[in-house]
């Protein structure tokens, strides 16, 4: 597995080794031993969960501000643009985010420790995502942060306006959202 930091040193890229031939491809998504040696992190995944949406829809930013979740995320099929912002008030990176392309050509995975806000854009007609995560998801605790907000200035490669629930649209903004201290 090829590991990559972002420049929020936590967040890291994961690629793992494909084996490919004419009938197909193999790789191992997902080992405990082999994830925390290369992220240095101690992770019992609880559950994991699965989206499918279409082009221009935007999902988040997402996080729990209590039993907050560490994230390790990936697209099966289609094409994402990733990103993790950094929200905890300690950080050398607070406020900063990172953004990844995502895609099941790629087979890149990012690792998203607890303490950051993620959302994704879906690129391709229409992607598959799959995360897995450290801690249940607990709806009192889910918070989110709108994916538009101007201190956080996320480049988004958008040709229109993205598809947003009506919760998302609800979202604060990181100076008014409940952080991580």
């Known amino acids: 597995m090829k590991v990559t930091k972002t420049e929020i040193p936590d967040v890291l890229i994961l690629e793992p080794r494909v084996f490919g031939d004419e009938r197909g491809f193999f790789f191992e998504s997902y080992n405990k031993q082999?994830?925390?040696?290369?992220?240095?992190a101690s992770c019992d995944f609880v559950q994991d969960n699965h989206s499918s949406s279409s082009r221009g829809v935007?999902?988040?930013?997402?996080?729990?501000i209590k039993q907050a979740q560490?994230?390790?995320?990936?697209?099966?099929?289609?094409?994402?643009?990733?990103?993790a912002v950094d929200?905890?008030?300690k950080s050398a990176t607070f406020g900063q985010w990172v953004g990844v392309?995502?895609?099941?050509?790629?087979k890149k995975q990012m690792w998203i420790p607890e303490g950051f806000a993620h959302g994704f854009l879906v690129l391709s007609e229409k992607a598959e995502f799959i995360y897995k995560a450290s801690n249940y998801y607990s709806p009192e605790f889910e918070r989110c942060i709108r994916?538009?907000?101007?201190?956080?200035d996320i480049?988004?490669?958008l040709s229109e306006l993205p598809v947003v629930s009506e919760k998302d649209n609800k979202g604060s903004s990181l100076a008014s959202a409940e952080i991580f201290l």
């Open 155 to 157: 480049s988004w490669p």
């Open 147 to 152: 994916w538009d907000d101007k201190a956080l």
């Open 87 to 89: 929200i905890r008030k």
């Open 58 to 64: 935007l999902r988040g930013l997402h996080y729990q």
């Open 34 to 40: 082999k994830f925390e040696d290369a992220t240095g």
């Open 101 to 106: 392309i995502l895609s099941s050509e790629n």
């Open 70 to 83: 560490g994230k390790l995320v990936r697209v099966v099929s289609g094409e994402v643009f990733d990103v």
